[in-house]
């Protein structure tokens, strides 16, 4: 029997191509060969992405090494800077513990001075860090021994009261001999603990 069918042809039903296993092998193939290309562009792409990171964090680095070096020299003057600084600080709370004393300075030094044997002079007075008056002085003696003459002092000290009763201790920290044209002189360093 035959079928006409007088349906324009945009209106026709179409019939299904039978399947075909070479096209469908065929396009299988496509498929797995347009997958493995999405999947290695996508590795190359990452590959670039993480060679492009690391190469900026590289020249961020380096950047930062440069600022770094020519910073340097400033740093070194900064630490040297602090450091004085800090030592500017001691040097302040000491003068201001000093200054906190409940005694004139002009009094202490015009007593120092009433108790000076004859053949002693000062070389330096000075306070220290560690809380001390230092008096560093000379001594000679035509009569005695100098050393005899450095202990009376110290003993003349201890000795006077009102001198003494702003100190905790006395003590003689160094002595050295030495002769000039016969003469016995001693350089001597006391330390008077506040």
């Not at 029997?1 to 092998?25: F, H, S, T, V, Y």
């Not at 009433?114 to 560093?136: A, C, H, K, N």
Request: positive net charge; charged residues 30%; aromatic residues 8%.
């Amino acid at each position: 029997m035959i079928e006409i069918n007088l349906l324009p042809e945009e209106l026709r039903k179409r019939k299904r191509a039978p399947l075909n296993l070479e096209n469908l092998d065929f396009e299988m193939d496509k498929l797995k060969l347009l997958i493995g290309g999405i999947f290695v562009g996508c590795l190359v792409l990452l590959i670039v992405i993480l060679s492009a990171g690391s190469f900026i964090r590289k020249s961020q680095i380096m950047r930062l090494k440069a600022k770094e070096s020519l910073i340097a020299p400033q740093k070194s003057q900064v630490e040297m800077v602090d450091k004085e600084v800090n030592l500017l600080k001691n040097k302040l709370k000491t003068v201001g513990e000093i200054t906190k004393r409940r005694f004139l300075w002009s009094q202490k030094l015009n007593e120092l001075s009433d108790m000076v044997l004859p053949g002693i002079w000062f070389t330096r007075i000075y306070t220290d860090s560690s809380e001390r008056l230092m008096i560093q002085g000379s001594v000679i003696s035509k009569k005695e021994e100098a050393m005899a003459t450095v202990g009376k002092f110290i003993k003349n000290i201890r000795a006077h009261s009102s001198f003494f009763k702003d100190f905790s201790n006395i003590e003689l920290k160094t002595v050295q001999r030495r002769s000039i044209d016969d003469k016995d002189v001693v350089d001597f360093t006391i330390a008077l603990y506040f």
